[in-house]
């Protein structure tokens, strides 16, 4: 009906690693470190988004399709930390009539 709306959306979900691992240039630390890496914290966030359906505080489904990754933009590095966002996309369901 007219007072239900299906969005399709994305989700940009960025991550800091504020740490002084290597120079400017140089990612290898800052990627593969087993606590502060970027790549091991990709992976959690993958693992806790992809395939979860959007609900709101009380539990309830404000989604119709799972949450699925895009894609990861490149790596920005900085002298103190480095970053890198990932795209994820689903559908949210929106209630018009309150």
Known sequence: GG??????????????????????GQSAVVLTDATKGLLVKKQQI??????????????????????????CSPIGQYADGARMSLQFATEFLWDLTT
Do not use: Y
């Open 3 to 24: 007072n239900v709306l299906i969005e399709n959306a994305g989700v940009t979900v960025t991550i800091f690693s504020k740490c002084k691992l290597d120079r400017v």
């Open 46 to 71: 993958l693992k806790a988004l992809v395939g979860w359906m959007p609900v709101d505080g009380s539990g309830d489904q404000i989604g119709t399709a799972h949450m699925r990754a895009l894609g």
